[in-house]
């Protein structure tokens, strides 16, 4: 795997962009919920049906990619997806801590000559250190960028995924409070 360690060029001068969410894309990475998460203290067993539902929306014009601990996790669950499409559904045994994979999974990036996928993987401290430990989901982009022996480059930013909206051209819309709060990047003020 190709790392951006090796290089001081830029993604972008290297001819990736970050492409829209809208963009026709290939797959939908998701990380499954543990039980003994903290995601959803008292109604784990109501979000099941919600994330049933998404994946077989999900799964009607792409791949879904699902996040998983070991077997035990991975049997759980193909349980609640158990009549949807398996050769749709993709599981990869990447541990996490919680399921919020839009935050700590890997940002992906395009461009037009080979390789033409890889990925950003921006430091991850769980919303500012609220909600620790962050370990498992702090290292998922890479090891993503290692299944699919895709480049990998590290900004040495904090930042999550969801905070952050682009437009495929280049620009970004974010807010002040999410990557200039003092538990994210209080070098960048």
Known sequence: MLLSRMTE??????GYRMPA??????????SWPRREGISFPGSFDRVLPALRAMVAALIESERVCINVCNGAHEAEAMEVLRDLDP??????????NEPWCRDHG???LTRNKQPRLAIVDWDYNAWGGKYPPCDLDEVVPTRVGEILDVPVFYPRMI????SIEVNG???????????????RNPNLK
């Open 169 to 183: 051209t280049g620009a970004l819309l974010t807010s002040e409070s999410c990557l200039l709060n003092e538990n």
């Open 159 to 162: 930042l999550e995924g969801g």
């Open 21 to 30: 969410e809208w963009e026709r894309h290939e797959a939908t990475w998701l």
């Open 106 to 108: 890997p940002v992906f």
């Open 87 to 96: 050769a749709r559904i993709t599981f990869h045994r990447i541990p996490t």
């Open 9 to 14: 060029r830029t993604p972008g001068e290297l």
